[in-house]
């Protein structure tokens, strides 16, 4: 089991920025693909964006295209997510998780491991 521990959260006015970190221990995940997705209230969690470790594929849902940026360091078992131009429809709990293999996914039902998640509150 790989253990995930989201940080970075935090209240931010529209048009702002945040970094969400999330540091990894336990089983070894190198090379299965990591995400972020998120959950607001009275809604379903949502996928939001992921990392292939095999080649840096990327992929985002359409909402954050373009404002949002996921990386990774290898060497300190890190994902972050760097949200710029930050809205008010993007307050949620965000929360880290990792595949259960190397393919990059959009499906919840495809992240074995997950964090418990930090709250990103963005206000208008």
């Known amino acids: 089991q790989v253990q995930l521990v989201e940080s970075g959260g935090g209240l931010v006015q529209a048009g702002g920025s945040l970094r969400l970190s999330c540091a990894a221990s336990?089983?070894?995940?190198?090379?299965?693909?990591m995400g972020w997705f998120r959950q607001a209230p009275g809604k379903e969690r949502e996928f939001v964006a992921a990392?292939?470790?095999?080649?840096?594929?990327?992929y985002y849902a359409d909402s954050v295209k373009g404002r949002f940026t996921i990386s990774g360091d290898n060497a300190k078992n890190t994902v972050y997510l760097q949200m710029n131009s930050l809205k008010p429809e993007d307050t949620a709990v965000y929360y880290c998780?990792?595949?259960?293999?190397?393919?990059?996914?959009?499906?919840?039902?495809?992240?074995?491991?997950w964090g418990q998640g930090t709250q990103v509150t963005v206000s208008a």
């Open positions: 998780a990792a595949a259960r293999t190397w393919v990059v996914s959009t499906l919840i039902a495809d992240f074995g491991s």
């Open positions: 990392i292939s470790w095999r080649g840096g594929s990327t």
């Open positions: 336990g089983r070894t995940f190198r090379g299965n693909a």
